[in-house]
C-alpha cells in the first residue's frame, strides 16, 4: 500500500500531479463527433424505451379493467374505460420522454448551469 503523505508540501505536490495526470488523459480521450448528440444505438434504445412504455400503459390499463370486471361482474365496461386511461398514461409517459431527449439533446450534463441538475430544466 502506498505511503500516506507526510506533510503539507508532499499533499501539494501530490495534487498537482494527479490534475497534471487528469490533463494528460482528457487530451487524449477521444472527443465525441458527428452532428447527432446521440449514437444510433442510443436513438434506437430511446424509441424502444417510447414504445415499451406506449404497450405498457395500455396492457396495465386493461388488466386492471379485466380484473376488476371480473371481480364487480360488469362486463367489459371497466375495461374499456381502463384500457383508454391506460393508452392516455402511456401518451403521457411518451411526451414526457420525448420532452427529456427535446431538453437535453444539445446540452451535456457539464454543461448545466450552476445550482442546477444535470439535464434538468428551469420548466421541472
Known sequence: MAE???NEQDRDADAA??????????????KPSGTSPMGKYEQ?????????????GLC???????GLDYLL??????????????????IKTMMRT???LERTA??????AQPGQAPGRDERD
Open 4 to 6: 500516506e503523505p507526510r
Open 44 to 56: 434506437a434504445n430511446l424509441a424502444w424505451r417510447m414504445v415499451i412504455e406506449f404497450v405498457t
Open 60 to 66: 396495465l390499463g386493461g388488466a386492471v379493467g379485466y
Open 17 to 30: 500531479r494527479l490534475r497534471d495526470l487528469e490533463a494528460r488523459i482528457a487530451a487524449l480521450t477521444p
Open 73 to 90: 361482474g360488469t362486463g367489459p365496461l371497466l375495461m374499456v374505460l381502463f384500457i383508454f386511461l391506460g393508452l392516455a398514461a402511456g
Open 98 to 100: 420525448a420532452g427529456e
Open 106 to 111: 444539445g446540452r451535456s450534463p457539464d454543461e
